[in-house]
């Protein structure tokens, strides 16, 4: 059976050619990173990298590897304007004629790279909107702006999940040839959710109303929802989104009182937004307990939500039990 290939598909998604090269370049330097991902232990690549990002998170080596990897490779594509990663404190400017700014987590979901468990690398891309050189404060559009946003999960197989504004599409990764080729041209998310995903260690540190919608999920049958919700969490967005995309439910990462002046745990620029844009793109929402987060004027790069996403009328019905 012969499949479209990802540079096919871009042609015939009418987007840019400036914006073509993006995307295949980072195609290209996530096959790379899925090759240094396989050799693991061989490599000398697991472990500590003995710094903390600017997140005030350890690093691993291989965040540090995959993110240089993916620096050096934007870097190089004319069409980028600036980058900006959540291993690096600031922005990077590149070329000054680029017509796009790239945001990516290089790693997301790093420490399961030790248990050798899922891991994947997200990435937005933005409009260049200020004059040369470029600024932090170029970086800062609300995610409704991003021209194209996905991810690449390092699983079973490799997979590229991608958006340029008309519906989401999934590619394999074919190891024998190095190409992404088209393997699910209309993902949608499934209305009915059966599921959800949530660290439910963290139960007694989230506000009231999290803590009762949750509670209402896992009375299942014998509670107000009538019905029974099964739980998964893989502590990587990447991996926890991917299930949504393909088949549905709801994923949170609240707020909770151990950080009680940090609004949540993921980032703004390189998780929520490009997740978010996704899963929009799919069908379903992406919301705080106060807004849908694509409307969101970022701050800073580096910014932090609360999250509530997956099938639409679960995510309305989380965050009515905020509002009520
Ligand atoms: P790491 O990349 O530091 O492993 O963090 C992953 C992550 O940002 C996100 O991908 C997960 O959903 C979430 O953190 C897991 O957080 P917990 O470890 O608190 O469950």
Same mark, same amino acid.
């Given at each position: 059976m012969s499949r479209v290939a990802l540079p096919q598909y871009l042609e015939s998604a009418a987007v840019t050619p400036e914006l073509q090269t993006v995307l295949l370049g980072l195609a290209t330097v996530s096959a790379d990173i899925s090759k240094a991902l396989a050799k693991g232990a061989l490599a000398d690549? /697991? &472990?500590?990298?003995g710094a903390e990002n600017v997140q005030g998170e350890d690093q691993k080596k291989l965040d540090v590897i995959a993110n240089d990897m993916i620096k050096d490779a934007l870097a190089a594509l004319p069409a980028v304007r600036g980058l900006a990663s959540e291993e690096e404190a600031e922005v990077v400017p590149c070329h000054t004629d680029g017509r796009y700014l790239v945001t990516f987590?290089? /790693?997301? &979901? $790093? $420490?399961n790279i030790d248990i050798n468990s899922m891991v994947g690398t997200i990435f937005s891309v933005l409009p260049h909107a200020g004059e040369a050189p470029v600024t932090e404060q170029d970086f800062l559009?609300? &995610?409704?702006?991003?021209?194209a946003a996905g991810y690449v999960l390092y699983g079973p197989s490799v997979m590229l999940v991608l958006s340029t504004g008309n519906g989401v599409v999934m590619f394999t990764l074919d190891q024998d040839t190095g190409s992404y080729l088209l393997t699910e041209a209309e993902v949608v998310i499934p209305v009915e959710a059966k599921e959800f995903s949530i660290n439910m260690s963290n139960q007694r540190h989230w506000a009231a109303p999290m803590q009762s919608y949750i509670a209402d999920l896992i009375s299942g049958k014998d509670g107000p929802r009538s019905k029974d919700f099964n739980m998964r969490w893989v502590a990587a967005m990447v991996a926890d989104v991917h299930r949504i995309l393909c088949r549905g439910g709801l994923f949170t990462y609240p707020w909770d009182s151990r950080k009680p002046d940090q609004a949540g745990k993921l980032r703004l620029m390189y998780e929520a937004n490009p997740m978010g844009f996704l899963v929009e793109q799919a069908g379903g929402e992406i919301w705080t307990p106060d807004g849908k987060i694509l409307d969101i004027q970022p701050d800073h790069i580096h910014q932090r939500v609360p999250v509530i996403l997956g099938a639409a009328n679960e995510v309305a019905l989380c965050v009515d039990y905020h509002q009520r």
């Open positions: 690549i /697991l &472990g500590a990298a987590d290089p /790693l997301d &979901g $790093s $420490s559009q609300p &995610g409704r702006h991003q021209q």
